[in-house]
DNA sequence: TAACAGGAAGTAC
DNA sequence: GTACTTCCTGTT
């Protein structure tokens, strides 16, 4: 068991947030945390955090995907003091964070979200696992399966877009996509189909922890007409956009 | 109560 | 601009 003090972190927000859908609440508060091929055990209590593994597993896996070498608080500090929109959002969401989670999984699991809502994307996730012994289906299982199957789980449409993603990155190692910049990365990404631009920006900024990508979905779209009408300050926050999206998507939605 | 419309981290045509 | 699947919510 490790335990250390890490502030800007926030597990229930992070899990209500919407950018993980396999993280399994515990009835004590904590967290089971399936990634990385691994799967933690993880409580809170204040700033101090209890990691359930070696303290060689915390160093070499969980500190990358909580990305614990960002400071976050340091971003909330770049928000312009006249942005009363913006200053309410991160100081709601103080505990966020943009987790480093497998691109691929990334891939099924934000094809899955089109159109739908965190709820019924869990069901989603959690059900095609089920089918593949309780992990995301590798793109070659994924191919193998056929679409009245991927059907019965309740995906719609989407189950097309299953088949398709995973005949594509049968083909094209997802992995590959982490050695390309971010506009690669999306336009790689673009030509998978089923992958539009709100997607291949989720990815981006989840998978690949591009920064910079800023997913613009209905409640993002929501948020700049109201308070941005002349447009987001993009340029302003270089470096760090996709992360304020998610404070903002997060303030939007438990509103 | 049950039916119904509206909307949900969109994309393809 | 419209069709696409299913589910959940709020309204009548």
Redesign the pocket.
Known sequence: MITREISNCDLRQIYD???CFRWQPQTDGGFVIPAMGRRLYVTQRENVFAFDCTQEEFEQVWWDYFDLSTDYGAIVQKVDPGDPYLTAAVQYGAGLRILRQDVWEMIVTFLL????????IRKNVQDLCALTGGEIPTPQQLAALDEATL?TL?????A?YLLEAGKFFAAYDPQQLRNLPYEEAHRVLRDC????????D?ICLFGLHHVDAF?V????RQILSAHYPDGFPLERYQGCAGIL??YM?YYD?QK
């Open positions: 947030s919407g950018q979200s089109q159109n739908s809502n965190i709820p019924r059907r309740g995906v719609g449409y989407r097309k189909p089923g992958i539009g631009p709100k997607v291949a989720c997913p979905d209905t409640h993002i999206q998610q998507f939605l």
